[in-house]
């Protein structure tokens, strides 16, 4: 399981195809519109009978500034106003929720993120909080993973202090690179210093993690100076990181329609960065989880994947996918039992709808038993990179090589390839594969034929 990952240049280039993300199985992508509001207090009566922990997950659309590279649902504005009405609305549907679920459901996690979060006032973020709590179970001895999404430029030691007392004691910084042609070719200025400050607040106020974003394949990064921003990034110590592949879709995002795409480094170079990047942090002690993350050995992630407990929700790699996850806010989703669903995703529809008390709900997806096989098994080899036949079998009454006998040459090839390992007990995702473990989950992927391949980045 420890074993380094190893850099197979030939593979990647066979194995490097475009596809999802998965976190969650079904995508996003198969959501759709006969899912509403019934299916959601449905799922909501489900939860509260389980009484199962949750985990909320609160969106907050605003920032001052545009970050070109930038595919999050947001609203660019420096009317700090505009949050008002929107934060009204929010209360209504915490409320709204709340009233369908148990005060006994704890809420384990908790994760706000954007837009920049910070974009709050003290008291905006204050009384949200407060809202929070008087409708959400939500715990007060600081054992929760409570966390926020910070961006440097909007945060000093005073907002740091406030989110603290408020129960937060997870930061994710936005940083993305520290260089000053590529920051503006991005329209993201920001020092090392104003990142610098926010940690060491982070740290000082004993906050129990530190994240901090990394993108690789923005305009006018090289190699060279990719990889001086990764040693400075290493000096600050962050417990994990998450390194992002720059997917360019200006067709899809309308701010990246500013970034000259001539100014792109080519494929070459950018698998160069990943390369660089993997070599400095195992060099410095990370392990690499999947999918773009890498931890310190000691962190929670790193020890879940050693214990195989490891799972993976909306917001990435977790240690509490067994939680059912309650998105609030804009564009927000919810995994509840086998419900996906999603708010409206345009900010006046979702405000007109909560205006009338209802709820926001616009589409989404309730799992049948082929999805949950599936989901099982993606699951397995994204967090753990193994998967057994036998659990899968005992858990859903099948017969492995059975049900899955249409994929079976597929996998013969990647194993022929070295990518895994194939036996009649399960599979091993080896050391070459483990950064194309998107390529090997596609193969279970029974939506993904029908799918338009564009919607998605490469695996690398």
Not at 21 to 39: E, L, N
Not at 277 to 301: C, K, N, S, V
Request: hydrophobic share 35%.
């Amino acid at each position: 399981m420890l074993d380094a990952i190893r850099w197979d240049t030939d593979l990647i280039r066979r194995y490097d195809l475009a596809g999802p993300r998965y976190t969650s199985y079904p995508t996003a992508v198969q959501f759709h519109s006969q899912v509403g509001t019934f299916d959601l207090l449905h799922a909501l009566r489900e939860s509260r009978k389980a009484l199962r922990p949750l985990s909320l997950y609160v969106h907050v659309p605003f920032c001052a500034n545009i970050c070109y590279y930038c595919a999050c649902n947001k609203v660019i504005t420096k009317d700090r106003g505009r949050a008002l009405p929107y934060l009204q609305r929010l209360e209504q549907e915490i409320q709204l929720i709340a009233c369908h679920l148990d005060p006994g459901q704890k809420v384990e996690q908790l994760h706000f993120g954007g837009g920049t979060p910070t974009f709050l006032s003290h008291d905006e973020l204050r009384q949200l909080m407060g809202h929070l709590r008087q409708h959400f179970n939500l715990l007060d001895d600081d054992s929760g993973d409570y966390g926020i999404e910070i961006d440097p430029r909007e945060a000093d030691w005073s907002t740091m202090g406030l989110l603290r007392e408020l129960g937060f004691n997870r930061v994710s910084i936005g940083l993305q690179d520290l260089d000053p042609a590529v920051q503006r070719a991005v329209n993201r200025l920001q020092s090392l210093e104003e990142t610098r400050a926010v940690i060491e607040a982070a740290r000082t106020l004993q906050f129990r993690s530190i994240n901090i974003d990394l993108i690789y394949g923005l305009p006018k990064q090289t190699p060279d100076n990719f990889a001086r921003t990764v040693e400075e990034v290493i000096n600050l110590q962050p417990d994990r990181l998450s390194v992002f592949n720059y997917a360019h879709l200006p067709e899809r995002f309308m701010p990246q329609r500013r970034i000259n795409s001539h100014e792109l480094p080519a494929p070459a170079e950018k698998l160069q960065m990943l390369q660089r990047t993997i070599e400095q942090l195992t060099a410095a002690g990370y392990r690499y989880i999947g999918m773009d993350h890498f931890a310190l050995p000691d962190d929670e992630l790193a020890i879940a994947q050693e214990e195989s407990t490891l799972q993976r929700n909306f917001q990435g790699y977790t240690t509490h996918g067994h939680c059912d996850l309650i998105g609030l806010g804009v564009s927000a989703i919810s995994q509840i039992g086998d419900l996906y669903c999603q708010n409206s995703s345009d900010l006046n529809q979702y405000q007109n709808l909560l205006g009338g008390a209802q709820l926001a709900t616009s589409r989404g997806l309730v799992c049948n038993q082929d999805d949950r096989v599936r989901r099982a098994v993606i699951q397995q080899l994204i967090c753990n990179f193994s998967l057994d036949f036998e659990a899968i079998e005992q858990q859903f009454n099948i017969d492995f090589r059975g049900y899955f006998g249409e994929l079976w040459p597929q996998l013969q090839a990647m194993a022929e390839d070295g990518l895994i390992k194939l036996s009649n007990e399960g599979i091993e995702v080896l050391p070459a594969g483990r950064l194309l473990v998107r390529s090997v989950c596609m193969v279970f992927d029974t939506y993904l034929e029908q799918q338009n391949r564009q919607r998605f980045s490469r695996v690398i």
